[in-house]
């Protein structure tokens, strides 16, 4: 009767800690997404801020040669 009870609480500790490992996890690809999210923002508002240099100096004439 012993070893049946281990096996059984062997397991329920085995489903326990793979549950809290699938939180952290769940929890880094949240904050993953954020980051990404931010830097998708970040690069986004540079292409703008180079597209609108860009059609500056197109409009002025001043090429780089």
């Not at 996890?25 to 990404?36: C, T």
């Amino acid at each position: 009767m012993f070893w049946p009870m281990l096996a059984i609480a062997l397991g329920f500790c085995g489903i326990a800690v793979l549950g809290v490992l699938a939180i952290r996890v769940f929890i880094e690809a949240q904050r993953l997404g954020r980051q990404v999210a931010a830097t998708t923002d970040r690069i986004n508002r540079a292409a703008e801020d180079l597209e609108r240099s860009a059609t500056r100096l197109a409009a002025t004439g001043d090429a780089l040669r």
